[in-house]
């Protein structure tokens, strides 16, 4: 286990327009902002894209089982920010909802906006924390050692 105390420092208020896309205008509003950590919350709508909703096996190094979905669904999420080899990168885990049916899962780049999406992202501070490739999994784990 790793632990890091910190701060929250500066609070963002993000107003997606319809057709902006996740994760990627969370990561542009972090390098224009120069947020290096946060935490990101978010509601709205979503009318397409790629979930992950778990491993095919449950093994060291696992291969994502992925959904697509179409149309139009309302949209819960909350995420981390933190430094990566490119710079900010979003970890966000979704509830998509559509008449009867829900899906929970890790977004993947191209979560398209339909019409609203309201983001809060709390800026935390006062620790050292990246993301790093682990070697095991093959994923860009939080290393919150200095």
């Known amino acids: 286990m790793q632990i890091a ?7 963002f208020v993000v107003r997606l327009e319809d057709g902006e896309q996740l994760p990627q205008a969370v990561e542009t ?3 224009e902002k120069a947020i290096h950590s946060g935490l990101v919350l978010l509601i709205g709508g979503a009318r397409n894209g790629t979930l992950v909703v778990g491993p095919e096996t449950t093994i ?3 291969v994502p089982m992925t959904r697509i979905f179409a149309d139009g669904h309302e949209l819960l999420g909350v995420g981390t920010l933190f430094e990566g080899a490119n710079g900010p990168e979003l970890h966000m885990h979704a509830a998509l909802g559509r008449g009867d049916t829900a899906r929970t899962g890790c977004i993947r ?8 999406g309201e983001i809060v992202i ?4 006062g620790f050292s924390a990246r993301r790093e490739r682990d070697s095991v999994s093959g994923f860009d784990l939080l290393n919150l050692k200095d």
């Not at 780049?109 to 609203?116: D, K, N, Q, R, S």
């Not at 709390?122 to 501070?125: H, K, R, V």
């Open 5 to 11: 105390e910190g701060h929250i420092q500066r609070v």
């Open 29 to 31: 509003v972090a390098r």
């Open 60 to 62: 060291p190094k696992p």
């Open 109 to 116: 780049e191209g979560i398209v906006t339909y019409l609203i």
């Open 122 to 125: 709390l800026e935390l501070t």
